[in-house]
């Protein structure tokens, strides 16, 4: 019944259409939302998105992991391994940011008391 | 240590004239890939040189006075090496590095008085540096045109082409020697610069706007003629030049006679006295140029001369208006002689130099048919009397009306040995009024191509309308003023003198401690009521640049709203400008 | 065994020295190294100029290009690297001559200051996409940790604010590389660069305006810079200065080496960077105007300078990118002092504005005169090192007879004077009471001197190293010499 879906094309629209509503929400997040965390929530999800379109794009269905072993001896019908590896580190890279986001966030509620974007006001014009 | 170094200031001070006795050949090298500085020494660089060999040093000396102003003597330093610069600039880049040097160092010597404020020190660096600016695009462009930033004429041109040149480099220097509307930065800066520097900003730094208006005639294979064709007798081109010189002389001159403060007098006494220089360039003739060049070295020495007297008076009394002041001849003898001969010169009355000067230029302007702009003339420079006079009555006679002016001493020796000098150098060229000609001008007409006026003797001034032999002039003058003198001195016995200023009545009035007695208060107050002259010193420009400021402070406050301090907002910014452009692409690429 | 002196050591040596941070704090060598290790990647620059100026030095690591990541040292990235080098050996001289704030003195700032370092490094030196995407994480992440060092409401506000930009400019960064690798599937730039043109024209423009945002952001441009003035106010005036110095500078030299190596003909995005320098550098400078508070007005001067540079680089001549590189390395030392000086002074003073300046000048003479003397050469007034590289961009412009930069130029000068010279005016303010300065070590006063002696030296000497920055403009331009060194030649 879900045969459809092993047509590339298919698949792939599915994974743009997808993505994009998960980037535009987490675009949403991040403009509309007050709290700190729902903020960096948002370019999490942004990020995120930006991974799954990478993942699902690069691979087609009816490809094997690009492991040689048990009989598997040439690189043929396999998914290409490097936006794998590359998305593995964005992942860890976009975790470090977010981990530091986070803890800024939470030092300055424990010394300010507020954790509201709009109330990041002590750098600004002068009037 | 200290006498080390102020041997070495004195010695940096007087580095104008060494170059002038030993420069020999020229100097060049590579700034930067395609940009070759060279220095060489020009006959008109040179008559240049020569007012600054004079002023330097002279200003130099007192500054040596105790308590020094280390800062002042560090800064003076760039700032004469910046005008020797700017003066053997044989390409426009190293003009143009002399010319900002000279820029920044005056306004840091500017600050460094305590009466300098906000306003005046920001016009001051303000209009100096538009000044570059134009002269630096100016640059550029003649840069475009030849290929190269040697000064020379420049061929094959178009009139456009050097029309926007001319434009550039004309605005650039007509800021710096402060014609009319720009010269709203010269009486404050004047003012409120320390008192010795004053001197040096009249007397030096002004006439290197002269320099750059006379090198840009240079630019132009026929000088102004090549511009715009001739009218009357003179070039077209210039006789715009010289109104806006006459038109700045005319209201320079009724603004001065309203001034209530010596320095701001000559601050703009010496506006009026450039823009007859600006008329004479305008009318670039050889006697015109040979005019502005011998005005410019009288109003060199005659303004240094002035202003240092003044400082001497400042520095005395610690009073600079003229009701504060009064009596001083008595206190003050040399410094009254180097007054009463700098507005002699001033006034360019015979038998001193400025007389010889101006007659150049009347004749000139004669010469060229322009009658107009000689009668406009004629009437500033004989206004020019009325402030000359306010300038020798209000320090020097009447009654002393401060304390301080009632207590004051001679000026010190350091001050009044370069008046002495220049009173020597202003007497000297009253006798001979064809030295300087034959000497210091005729070099640079001929560099220039034009016809020389040097006469038979350095005793003579000749031209085709006559002229006047100074020896003869100087002794008639000499011997009615001995005469005069004489029975002066003979008849003062019988002269009621006055004991103290209160002493009189009138109209039944008892004049109190607040009634201003002193002749040189409130004089040339009532010239506000002549109709045009009232006009002129109603008006100013200042209204005009403080709303150009406000609206610059509004146009910041405008787009410093863009600069909000919130994040969403500067995302949001970003993302609908990509969003925009990435839809103005695709309508564009589609279509 | 010996080293070989390699490329790879400029991004290697900090990550190392900053990871093994455990050990100095115990030997107590923290300090010495914090110094030392931008001191050692100067030498190392040194070292390697006259091998660069022979030829492009190409350091593969493990697999050669195109499959392998690659870092690539030519004459135009080689500036870049002397610059960051030379810039963090200043500063964080002064961080340990200048025995200031503790914050700037620990481990942490040891990490995150070898980390920029690094990252700066890695994203001038490589050659490869992704890789360049990683190092734009490194520096950012320590970017946004140093301006939050302070750990008080502003600083952690700068920090936040920091991120939050950052992030999203790094999410479009990524979305431009995740697009690449799906058109090319290549991530070696040289081979994305022979590619590129293969890629439909829409997807072109769409990578495009991605990287533009992306990397305009962090390169400061103009409707993607408001963040900057918020940051460079809240950070400390030492961190402003490196972000001034190099951080800003590598992202432009980034994105003008992307436009200029992946694209055939540069003539459009080069018109649209030249539109958004000319926007960013008079916005900023009629900003500057009526800022009060010294780092906020520095960093507004920043951004016209910025501006400026991406004019010249934009305009893709051969002397304008010379001047556009020169001027990058002058800007960096200029900002040095005047950021540099803005700490002196605000440690003296405890305050950067300008009402609790006046009269600072005959407090604090000697950093009163450093002042102006970057504020005379930002303003590019010879006999300094502004003019000098100023006067190079406009010949450049006036040479090819394009007058319009020359009077946006000129007239940002202008108005940059009208709030300069009013710092100066009150810095030397005469006030009968003094505002009371406290102690500062004078040896912090050192680095100062050092940038403002080559200040003085670059703008009286330019000739001394021009040939550097023609070689960097040529290496810039040059698409088709850039590309054979990395695919060998016949590419």
Same mark, same amino acid.
């Given at each position: 019944m879900l045969a459809f879906l092993n047509d590339p094309g298919v698949l792939h629209g599915i994974v743009v259409l997808g993505t994009l509503i998960l980037f535009f929400i987490g675009l949403y997040g991040l403009l509309a939302k007050r709290h700190l965390l729902k903020v960096l929530i948002g370019i999490a999800l942004m990020e995120l998105s930006v991974y799954l379109l990478f993942i699902g794009l690069a691979t087609s269905p009816g490809e094997t992991a690009p492991i040689l072993s048990d009989g598997l001896r &040439?690189? @043929?019908?396999?998914?290409?391994p490097v936006p794998q590896a590359l998305t593995l580190t964005a992942i860890v890279i976009g975790l470090a940011v977010l981990a530091l986001g986070v803890s800024l966030a939470i030092q300055y509620h424990r010394l300010t008391g507020r954790a509201d974007v709009? &109330?990041? @006001?002590?750098?600004k014009e002068p009037r | 240590m200290s006498a080390i170094l102020r041997l070495l200031f004195l010695i940096v001070s007087l580095s104008p004239g060494l170059l002038l006795l030993a420069w020999d050949g020229s100097l060049s090298w590579t700034l930067i890939d395609g940009v070759r500085l060279s220095l060489t020494l020009t006959p008109l660089a040179g008559f240049f040189m020569v007012l600054l060999a004079v002023a330097a040093p002279l200003v130099a000396l007192p500054m040596?006075?105790?308590?020094?102003?280390w800062s002042s003597l560090a800064l003076y330093v760039p700032l004469v090496l910046g005008m020797e610069l700017l003066l053997l600039a044989g390409d426009f880049i190293s003009f143009f590095i002399g010319w900002e040097i000279m820029t920044w160092s005056s306004y840091l010597l500017l600050l460094?008085?305590?009466?300098?404020?906000l306003e005046t020190s920001q016009s001051y660096i303000l209009f100096n540096l538009a000044s570059a600016f134009l002269l630096l695009a100016g640059i550029l462009f003649y840069y475009s045109l030849?290929?190269?930033?040697?000064i020379g004429p420049l061929a094959g041109t178009t009139f456009g082409q050097e029309l926007i040149l001319a434009v550039l480099l004309g605005l650039a220097f007509l800021i710096k020697v402060g014609t009319?509307?720009?010269?709203?930065?010269?009486p404050s800066s004047y003012d409120q610069a320390p008192d010795l520097f004053s001197a040096f900003l009249s007397g030096a730094i002004s006439k290197m706007g002269v320099y750059g208006l006379i090198l840009l005639l240079t630019l132009?294979?026929?000088?102004?003629?090549?511009?715009?064709g001739r009218l009357l007798e003179g070039p077209a081109a210039g006789y715009l030049l010289a109104w806006i010189g006459v038109v700045t002389s005319v209201v320079a001159t009724y603004k001065a006679i309203a001034q209530e403060d010596m320095k701001r007098l000559l601050a703009y006494s010496s506006i009026a006295q450039v823009g007859y220089i600006t008329t004479a360039i305008g009318v670039g003739s050889s006697l015109a140029l040979a005019g502005a060049l011998y005005l410019a070295l009288v109003h060199t020495l005659v303004k240094v001369l002035l202003f240092i007297s003044v400082a001497g008076i400042v520095l005395q009394t610690g009073q600079r208006r003229f009701k504060d002041l009064g009596k001083l001849i008595e206190r003050m003898p040399v410094s009254f002689f180097g007054v009463l001969i700098g507005i002699i010169g001033l006034a360019g009355?015979?038998?001193?130099?400025g007389f010889a000067a101006k007659y150049l230029i009347f004749v000139s302007l004669v010469d060229a048919r322009w009658l107009l702009l000689l009668a406009a003339m004629i009437l500033a420079s004989t206004a020019a009397f009325i402030y000359c006079y306010k300038l020798i009555y209000g320090?020097?006679?009447?009654?002393?009306?401060s304390p301080q002016a009632r207590e004051a001493r001679e000026a010190p020796l350091i001050y009044l040995v370069p008046q002495v000098i220049l009173m020597a150098l202003l007497v000297l060229f009253g006798f001979l009024p064809g030295l300087p000609v034959q000497v210091l001008i005729d070099p640079v007409l001929v560099a220039l191509g034009m016809e020389t006026i040097g006469?038979?003797?350095?005793a003579e001034l000749t031209t085709t309308y006559g002229g006047y032999d100074g020896v003869v002039l100087m002794l008639v003058f000499i011997i009615a003023f001995v005469l005069v003198t004489g029975i002066f001195l003979l008849l003062r016995g019988r002269m009621h003198r006055a004991?103290?200023?209160?002493d009189l009545s009138y109209a039944g009035e008892v004049p109190t401690?607040?009634?201003?007695?002193?002749?040189?208060?409130?004089?040339?107050?009532?010239?506000?009521?002549?109709p045009l002259v009232g006009w002129i010193l109603r008006r100013g420009t200042r209204g005009f640049y403080l709303g150009l400021a406000g609206q610059m402070r509004a146009a910041a406050a405008l787009l410093g709203s863009?600069?909000?301090?919130?994040p969403q907002i500067w995302i949001l910014i970003a993302v609908v400008v990509f969003a925009a452009s990435l839809a103005a692409q695709s309508m564009l690429g589609g279509l | 065994m010996t080293l070989p002196l390699t490329p790879v050591w400029f991004v290697a040596l900090p990550l190392l020295l900053a990871f093994a941070s455990p050990l100095w704090v115990r030997l107590r060598l923290l300090m010495p190294l914090l110094v030392g290790t931008p001191a050692v990647l100067l030498l190392l620059a040194l070292a390697l100029l006259p091998e660069v100026r022979i030829a492009p030095l190409v350091e593969t690591i493990v697999i050669a290009p195109p499959l392998g990541i690659h870092l690539q040292l030519d004459s135009a990235s080689w500036i870049l690297v002397a610059l960051i080098s030379f810039t963090g050996l200043l500063a964080t001289a002064f961080i340990w001559l200048g025995d200031g704030e503790s914050y700037l003195r620990d481990r942490r700032a040891f990490i995150f200051l070898l980390l920029l370092i690094a990252g700066c490094n890695g994203m001038v030196l490589t050659g490869d996409l992704f890789n360049l995407y990683v190092f734009l994480e490194i520096s950012g992440v320590s970017a946004y940790a140093l301006s939050a060092l302070r750990r008080d409401a502003p600083a952690l506000e700068a920090g936040l604010k920091y991120l939050l930009i950052g992030s999203v400019a790094a999410v479009f960064f990524l979305f431009a590389v995740v697009l690449v690798y799906l058109q090319?599937?290549?991530?070696n730039l040289a081979a994305i660069a022979e590619g590129f043109?293969?890629?439909?024209g829409p997807m072109q423009i769409l990578i495009g305006l991605l990287m533009l945002v992306g990397l305009g952001i962090k390169a400061e441009l103009f409707p993607f810079n408001f963040w900057v003035p918020d940051i460079y106010q809240g950070s400390h005036p030492v961190v402003a200065g490196l972000y001034s110095g190099f951080l800003v500078k590598a992202f432009l030299f980034v994105l003008f080496h992307l436009v200029f190596l992946l694209l055939a003909d540069p003539g459009v995005a080069g018109a649209w960077l030249m539109g958004l320098g000319a926007a960013t550098m008079l916005v900023a400078e009629v900003v500057a105007l009526?800022?009060?508070?010294m780092r906020r007005m520095l960093a507004y001067s920043s951004l016209g300078q910025i501006g400026l540079i991406a004019l010249a680089l934009g305009f893709g001549a051969e002397a304008t990118t010379a001047g556009g590189l020169f001027h990058m390395a002058n800007h960096t030392l200029i900002k040095l002092v005047l950021f540099l000086t803005a700490a002196v002074l605000m440690r003296s003073f405890v305050s950067a504005r300008l009402a609790d300046l006046a009269g600072a000048g005959r407090a604090r003479p000697l950093a009163a005169a450093f002042f102006v003397l970057g504020a005379l050469a930002v303003m590019g007034?010879?006999?300094?090192n502004g003019f000098a590289s100023k006067l190079w961009i406009l010949k450049g412009f006036a040479e090819a007879g394009v007058f319009w930069p020359v009077a946006l130029v000129l007239l940002a000068a202008l108005i940059e004077a009208g709030y300069y010279f009013r710092w100066i005016k009150v810095l030397y303010e005469p006030r009968a009471d003094l505002p009371e300065a406290r102690a500062v070590?004078?040896?912090?006063?050192a680095p100062i001197a050092v940038a403002a002696g080559l200040i003085v030296l670059l703008g009286v000497a330019p000739f001394l190293v021009d040939d550097l920055f023609i070689e960097g403009a040529q290496a810039l331009l040059d698409r088709g010499a850039a590309l054979s060194a990395v695919l060998g030649a016949g590419s």
């Open positions: &040439s690189f @043929t019908h396999m998914a290409d709009a &109330s990041l @006001t002590e750098l | 040596l006075r105790r308590p020094l102003d460094r008085s305590p009466r300098a404020d030849s290929g190269d930033f040697r009319l509307p720009l010269h709203i930065w010269v132009f294979p026929d000088a102004l003629t090549s511009l715009a009355m015979p038998p001193l130099p320090p020097f006679l009447g009654h002393a009306n006469g038979a003797s350095w004991g103290s200023p209160y401690e607040g009634t201003p007695l002193h002749y040189g208060a409130g004089m040339g107050r009532e010239l506000h009521r002549i863009l600069y909000v301090g919130r | 090319i599937g290549q991530l043109a293969g890629i439909p009526r800022q009060d508070d007034l010879p006999p300094l070590e004078r040896w912090g006063y």
